[in-house]
T-cell receptor, first 114, second 112 residues
């Protein structure tokens, strides 16, 4: 069965802390994505990766970085967390192709920055 | 950059009534997808539309892709309590771009 696993469902961090959000997929997908979801704003793309060690900025990359050292793992890093980064973070993966494959999402990581 | 808007943001309907959500892109799309997110859950893929003017049905759900490939709609006939959730469209701008831009979503609640 298809699975995207996010390491933490709930995190509480303090302003200025470094935060790592981990995502692992077991489907051998090339593409992986990090979105944040906020009420009324839908899902906004932070970063995506179309292959190992490859990354592209999404619509709101400021304050974030990513790492993709292995195909199955895509990490989102908040170098210095701020209160406006309190949000639900969703990781997703899909196969690449001419016609877009469906996105498979993880359960989400709800981050609160105090 | 590309923007994808959905209306309405919220919709409350009596069980058995119909429901429609509309999705509009600022740019022409190569294809569009629809997702459903149940309360407390994560988005789950429903369908993908690729061709101009395409119409697809899944039981009580009807999906349309506009002729100009800039808009789409999801219509649910005779809503049931299981239809509760937030519906998102997501569009891809062109074939060379892996980026998928999500709409703002429409949250559907059902009054039993």
């Amino acid at each position: 069965d298809v699975k995207v696993t996010q390491s933490s469902r709930y995190l509480v961090k303090r302003t200025g802390e470094k935060v790592f959000l981990e995502c692992v997929q077991d489907m051998d997908h090339e593409n992986m994505f990090w979105y944040r979801q906020d009420p009324g704003l839908g899902l906004r793309l932070i970063y995506f990766s179309y292959d190992v060690k490859m990354k592209e900025k999404g619509d709101i990359p400021e304050g974030y970085s990513v790492s993709r050292e292995k195909k199955e793992r895509f990490s989102l890093i908040l170098e210095s967390a701020s209160t406006n980064q309190t949000s639900m973070y969703l990781c997703a993966s899909r196969v690449t192709g001419v016609y877009t494959g469906e996105l498979f999402f993880g359960e989400g990581s709800r981050l609160t920055v105090l | 950059g590309q923007q994808v808007m959905q209306i309405p943001q919220y919709q409350h309907v009596q069980e058995g009534e119909d429901f429609t959500t509309y999705c509009n892109s600022s740019t022409t799309l190569s294809n569009i997808q629809w997702y459903k997110q149940r309360p407390g859950g994560h988005p789950v893929f429903l369908i993908q539309l690729v061709k101009s003017g395409e119409v697809k049905k899944q039981k009580r759900l009807t999906f349309q892709f506009g002729e100009a490939k800039k808009n789409s709609s999801l219509h649910i006939t005779a809503t049931q309590t299981t239809d509760v959730g937030t519906y998102f469209c997501a569009g891809r701008e062109n074939f060379g771009n892996e980026k998928l831009t999500f709409g703002t979503g429409t949250r559907l609640t059902i009054i039993p």
